[in-house]
């Protein structure tokens, strides 16, 4: 990746530019005036209270390498371990046999079906749902896909959004973030169009205002919209676009 780590981790300032988009991509009722809805988003925290300190719960992620989400239950109000993948608007149910065991750590694969083949991702947690990670995945056709995953609670939920950036000269890739408004924390992931390199990047929230942890403005969020655009180091114009879809 030729450019993408001084994009998002050494960007020097920052100017905003906030859009509006219509509701869907193939919506032309509105010519653009409305604002983008996620009609299948929550808008309350899932999780179950009786979960937030425990492994047990509803974990969220976001994926490059192609571009989606996932939504982790294990056995949140109920004896099922599922994780539903959605990757590019196709939805994948996986499962997985591995039994909670109070008190400790849980690894497991989650495996289902796509395209005609198997396909597995296995999570690890922490104890109390610490450190959610994606460990490995194996996806037909996605070979180098990364993921972040956070865990939701009764009290913060968390948010994906599924976007991406432009930079002048024409470099373009995809831009994944996950939030919550609650903790006014995000991470998100940055992998250039036709590259394999991805960039992990996070920060806090001010206001409306999704700031890096190098103190940089990247973006506003607006509803169920982030749009933003700053200057990196160099001098050129990123732009970065994207929509709640979990």
């Given amino acids: 990746m030729k450019t993408i780590k001084n994009l998002f981790a050494f960007a020097a300032a920052a100017v905003f530019a906030l859009t509006t988009v219509s509701c869907s991509s193939d919506?032309?009722?509105?010519?653009?005036?409305?604002?983008?809805?996620?009609?299948?988003?929550?808008?309350?925290?899932?999780?179950?209270?009786?979960?937030?300190?425990?492994?047990?719960?509803?974990?969220?992620?976001?994926?490059?390498?192609?571009?989606?989400?996932?939504?982790?239950?294990?056995?949140?109000?109920?004896?099922?371990?599922?994780?539903?993948?959605?990757?590019?608007?196709?939805?994948?149910?996986?499962?997985?046999?591995?039994?909670?065991?109070?008190?400790?750590?849980?690894?497991?694969?989650?495996?289902?079906?796509?395209?005609?083949?198997?396909?597995?991702?296995?999570?690890?947690?922490?104890?109390?749902?610490?450190?959610?990670?994606?460990?490995?995945?194996?996806?037909?056709?996605?070979?180098n896909a990364v993921f972040t995953v956070f865990k939701e609670t009764s009290t913060s939920m968390i948010q994906a959004f599924e976007g991406t950036y432009t930079r002048t000269g024409g470099e373009t890739g995809t831009f994944n973030i996950l939030l919550s408004t609650a903790l006014n924390a995000w991470g998100g992931i940055a992998k250039e169009n036709g590259e394999t390199d991805t960039t992990n990047v996070s920060g806090t929230i001010n206001g409306d205002q999704l700031v890096n942890d190098q103190g940089v403005i990247m973006g506003t969020l607006d509803g169920d919209e982030i749009n933003g655009s700053f200057q990196d180091n160099s001098g050129a114009t990123v732009t970065i676009t994207g929509y709640r879809t979990l």
């Fill in 27 to 143: 919506d032309s009722g509105n010519n653009g005036n409305e604002p983008y809805v996620c009609e299948t988003c929550a808008d309350t925290p899932d999780a179950l209270a009786v979960h937030d300190n425990s492994v047990r719960g509803v974990y969220k992620g976001i994926f490059v390498g192609s571009t989606g989400t996932v939504y982790i239950d294990i056995q949140n109000g109920s004896n099922d371990i599922t994780a539903t993948l959605v990757i590019d608007d196709e939805t994948i149910v996986l499962t997985s046999a591995v039994e909670v065991i109070d008190g400790h750590p849980y690894t497991a694969p989650f495996t289902g079906m796509y395209n005609g083949e198997e396909i597995s991702v296995i999570l690890s947690v922490g104890l109390g749902g610490s450190s959610p990670t994606m460990i490995s995945s194996d996806i037909p056709g996605h070979p």
